[in-house]
């Protein structure tokens, strides 16, 4: 195996190779660029290229190469080897770190060694040169003791060297990430065994969001990506390449579809390849990505299906249980208005006896000019509510892109009825590893909300909890109707708890606590219920909103055992 390195033998690049093929034969090469013009003349059967310093960053020559090079097909990436680099002084036998007066290597050695450089040689002279045993050579041939090189130890011996100082990069955990490549056409040296990695560029126009929608293309799919870097276009002034690398290989069906959009999109997209990723590489931050469901075999039982878990499966957020012995009240404002206001309303729960706060921090509105909810601060306002009384929070999720800001902070995701059948919400949902809150859309059968749900268990996540909360029908007494049918009938149908809500079904305050004895009764787990200190001041949803003395009640029928003495102390 001829293996195109840059530098000369005793050169990082070596080494590096050497991980991948040990027995490798070395094709010594100037620079970069004849690190390609070798592969391509077919003098070396493949090449190694430094990408990334985990010090300095990246190799910005490599980079700058890589269009060109890849960018006719003729090559392609096929591994990546990471390498932990430690640099050693050397000179000539004899010679003294106080004599030394001029410090050669290649500048991306010299950058790894500022610090130390600065504190023992700050008068020295340093010099670039265009690989780090090369400079061990000239340092050699020149005789001068004043020369030193910095490179590998063994580059030392291998030029008649001698170290003068030992592990000098500034940082122990120092590393470089090599790519190695081939011509195009050429047998995959090694079969790939291991996770993959991609690598792609990406030239865009100038446009909003353009960028935005380039990595929401692979983080829509839950795929993740490892490195972005820009390097400016040549010959257009303030614009720019993208180097992505991504999780996966491109023939996996979400990156490939991940890898379609962005082609429609972008001005130019060079796959520069798929190659297998080094072990214990930037990889080991990456989650691995499940096959899409409609790329795997339809199970013949549905995964929601009653019959996967006759017993019924419990789901678990925190240390309360949804299907377990006792049913789960939860309760709360329909909006976080304001931080005061959530704690008084959780501590309010607390007392009384509910389980859990709910409180929405992104709401759905009918208008686009009411109350949309505090956001970030809201989901702040809900963390310390469950601080100050213990009780886990739910809240609503509305996008997909939002999944991972409410995740951390909510201990339950809901998914609320107009985006019942919002599928990237589902799968990203699935993807947080929070447990669910499945509200059936109001004009949702109960057929569509069980496969809802089968999106979110598809994705990987088990933890869901259907909420039935009303449907549209011709009745206009009240805001919904509250399908209790529904209720007996996925008790039968899905393993899955169900929970109900009165309040969005019934609309008026009223009706909240004999619709909630009546969903127990059914065969509902649990409730989630609206409260508000103040219900005719509320930002949204008051009139349904029970108001503390209601809840109290409520929550006595619900737990009758409880309410004497809080589960939870109330600090607020
Ligand atoms: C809510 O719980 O505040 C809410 C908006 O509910 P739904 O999605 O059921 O309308
Ligand atoms: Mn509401």
């Known amino acids: 195996m001829r293996v195109a390195i840059q530098g000369t033998v005793g050169s990082f690049s070596e080494a590096a190779a050497r991980r991948r093929w040990p027995e490798l034969e070395p094709v010594a090469c100037h620079e970069v660029q004849d690190v390609v013009a070798a592969v391509r003349a077919g003098d070396a059967d493949a090449g190694i290229l430094p990408i990334e310093n985990s010090l300095i960053g990246s190799v910005t020559s490599t980079y700058d190469l890589l269009q060109e090079a890849f960018g006719d097909g003729a090559l392609r990436l096929t591994h990546e080897v990471m390498l932990a680099v430690h640099h050693t002084l050397m000179g000539l036998p004899g010679a003294d770190l106080s004599g030394v007066r001029r410090v050669l290597s290649h500048p991306v050695a010299l950058g790894q060694c500022r610090i130390w450089l600065g504190k023992y040689l700050p008068r020295a002279e340093l010099v670039s040169a265009w690989d780090t045993a090369g400079s061990a050579e000239i340092v050699a041939r020149e005789g001068n003791p004043a020369l030193a090189a910095i490179a590998a130890r063994h580059a030392a011996e291998a030029h008649g060297l001698v170290p003068l100082a030992d592990r000098i ?31 792609l560029i990406v030239c865009l126009d100038h446009k909003p969001g353009s960028l935005a929608l380039t990595l929401q293309a692979f983080g829509a799919r839950g ?26 290989a491109a023939t996996d069906p979400r990156v490939a579809e991940a890898l379609e959009e962005i082609e429609a999109l ?17 990889l080991r931050f990456a989650t691995a990505v499940p096959t899409p469901a409609h790329h795997l075999k339809k199970p013949e039982v549905p995964l929601v299906d009653r019959r996967r878990n006759p017993e019924g499966t419990v789901v678990a957020v925190r240390d309360l249980v949804f299907g377990g012995e006792s049913p789960v009240l939860i309760a709360g404002p329909c909006s976080v208005e304001a931080e005061a206001m959530i704690l008084e309303t959780a501590a309010l729960v607390a007392e009384a006896g509910g389980d859990m706060l709910r409180g929405g921090a992104y709401k759905p509105r009918t208008s686009p000019y009411d109350f949309q909810g505090l956001g970030v601060k809201g989901l702040r306002y ?62 949702a059968t109960i057929e569509e909300w069980l496969m809802a749900a089968e999106y979110v268990l598809a994705e990987g ?44 079904a019934a609309g008026v305050a009223s009706l909240v606590a004999p619709l909630s004895l009546a969903a127990l009764a059914a065969g509902a787990c649990g409730l989630i219920v609206e409260v508000h200190p103040n219900p005719s001041a509320a930002l949204s949803d008051g009139f349904q909103s029970l ?21 939870v102390a109330v600090t607020a």
């Open 461 to 504: 996540n088990p933890n869901v909890v259907l909420c039935e909360r009303g449907i549209r029908t011709f009745e206009r007494a009240t805001r919904h109707t509250l399908d209790l049918n529904a209720v007996a009938l996925v008790r039968e149908r899905t393993h899955l708890p169900v929970v109900v809500d009165p309040s969005h």
């Open 382 to 443: 809900l963390a310390r509510a469950r601080e100050a009384t213990g009780l886990p929070v739910v809240t609503e999720v509305l996008s997909w892109e939002e999944v991972p800001l409410v995740a951390h902070f909510a201990d339950m995701l809901q998914i609320g009825a107009r985006n019942m059948q919002n599928f990237s919400l589902l799968r990203a949902a699935s993807r947080s590893g929070k447990p669910i809150l499945l509200k059936r859309g109001a004009g």
């Open 223 to 248: 795929v993740n990506v490892t490195a972005l870097q820009s390097r400016p276009e040549r010959s257009k002034p303030w614009t720019y390449r993208f180097y992505v690398d991504v999780a996966g």
């Open 266 to 282: 972008a001005a130019e997209m060079v796959i520069l390849g798929s190659y297998e990723a080094w072990p214990d590489g930037a």
């Open 547 to 567: 108001d503390p003395e209601q809840f109290a009640a409520l929550a006595k029928q619900v737990h009758p055992a409880r309410t004497q003495k809080p589960r």
């Open 169 to 199: 990069e500034d940082d122990p955990s120092n590393q470089t990430r090599f790519l190695t490549f081939t011509q195009a056409e050429a047998p995959i040296p090694q079969s790939p065994s291991g996770p993959f990695k991609t690598s």
